[in-house]
Nanobody
């Protein structure tokens, strides 16, 4: 069982930066692949970024590549999402999720989800 708790969301102006954190409970965090997803009002939840359990494989959505960076600290049971050059279209609730052995980009493979943190980017 893995419990996830996101933090770091907030209101920022376009062009600004935020760093999201996702703290995980459980002794086996280091064996889980981790992902970030987001859901804007009226839209489906979409993939943002993912990192495998070793940190060696990383994927980004085209819309965030070059602006967002995912990383993990297995000693701290935490995964991060550094978001730079934020745009109004990045406004959404951001969720972190964990999967054990499933493809990084397959939303249905993620077994555990956090409650989400709101990111609002003003123009």
């Amino acid at each position: 069982q893995v419990q996830l708790a996101e933090s770091g969301g907030g209101l920022v102006q376009a062009g600004g930066s935020l760093r999201l954190s996702c703290a995980a409970s459980g002794r086996t965090f280091s064996r889980y692949n981790m992902g970030w997803y987001r859901q804007a009002p009226g839209k489906e939840r979409e993939f943002v970024a993912a990192i495998n359990w070793t940190g060696e494989s990383i994927y980004y959505a085209n819309s965030v590549r070059g602006r967002f960076t995912i990383s993990r600290d297995n000693a701290q049971n935490t995964v991060y999402l550094q978001m730079n050059s934020l745009k109004p279209e990045d406004t959404a609730v951001y969720y972190c999720a964990a999967n054990y052995g499933s493809p990084l980009y397959n939303q249905r493979g993620y077994e555990y989800w956090g409650q989400g943190t709101q990111v609002t980017v003003s123009s």
